[in-house]
């Protein structure tokens, strides 16, 4: 079994959290949600601190998105899928 923290932090800022006292603490995985108007500045250097370099290494994406035809959102999660599959 595996322990899903969702909504403990806005934008992935969930870097201070500490459950690993917590009995099954190797089981929680912290999942983030991450949207365009999340993300302040270099894309990528957000998504490698809140995503790639989490303190457990134990994170997922568990919600994203967008509805807009604004080339800066449409930039946004073509970035984002892209460095996903990186």
């Given at each position: 079994?595996?322990?899903?923290?969702q909504?403990?932090?806005?934008?992935?800022?969930?870097?201070?959290?500490?459950?690993?006292d917590?009995?099954?603490?190797?089981?929680i995985i912290?999942?983030?949600?991450?949207?365009?108007?999340?993300?302040?500045?270099?894309?990528e250097?957000?998504?490698?601190w809140s995503?790639?370099?989490?303190?457990?290494?134990?994170?997922n994406?568990?919600?994203?998105?967008?509805?807009?035809?604004?080339?800066k959102?449409?930039?946004?999660?073509?970035s984002?899928f892209?460095?996903?599959?990186?």
């Open positions: 079994w595996f322990y899903f923290v909504g403990v932090s806005w934008g992935g800022n969930d870097h201070d959290l500490n459950f690993e917590l009995p099954y603490a190797d089981r912290y999942t983030v949600h991450k949207y365009a108007f999340t993300t302040h500045g270099d894309y250097q957000d998504w490698e995503i790639a370099n989490h303190p457990t290494n134990r994170t994406i568990g919600e994203l998105g967008f509805i807009s035809d604004s080339p959102e449409t930039q946004w999660i073509q984002f892209g460095w996903l599959k990186k």
